[in-house]
Nanobody, 124 residues
Framework: QVQLVESGGGLVQAGGSLRLSCTAS????????MGWFRQAPGKEREFVAT????????SYGDSVKGRFTISRYNAENTVYLESNNLKPEDTAVYYC?????????????????WGQGTQVTVSS
């Protein structure tokens, strides 16, 4: 089993920045593919970013390309999501996810473990 704990969410004004963190325990973090997703009220879960186990491949959802950056620090079992130039439409609960296959992935069904989520609210 893998446990994921997100942190770093909060309230920020439009144009501001936040760095979300997700720390994993219970497995060899360096072997896991990792992803960030978000879900706004009344909407489906949306792909934000993903990174492979070997950090060789990253991918982003169209709505965040150029503004968000995913990275991982295997020595601390942590994946980060640096979000810049935030917009009100970025408001959502952000979830960290891990997949046993070390590949990246953009679909929620590809992931085996999920965190509880952290709320990000962007005011206009």
């Amino acid at each position: 089993q893998v446990q994921l704990v997100e942190s770093g969410g909060g309230l920020v004004q439009a144009g501001g920045s936040l760095r979300l963190s997700c720390t994993a325990s219970g497995s060899t973090f360096s072997s896991l593919g990792m992803g960030w997703f978000r879900q706004a009220p009344g909407k489906e879960r949306e792909f934000v970013a993903t990174i492979g186990a070997r950090e060789l491949y990253t991918s982003y959802g169209d709505s965040v390309k150029g503004r968000f950056t995913i990275s991982r620090y295997n020595a601390e079992n942590t994946v980060y999501l640096e979000s810049n130039n935030l917009k009100p439409e970025d408001t959502a609960v952000y979830y960290c996810a891990a997949r046993k296959r070390g590949l990246s992935g953009s679909r929620p069904s590809q992931y085996d473990y999920w965190g509880q989520g952290t709320q990000v609210t962007v005011s206009s």
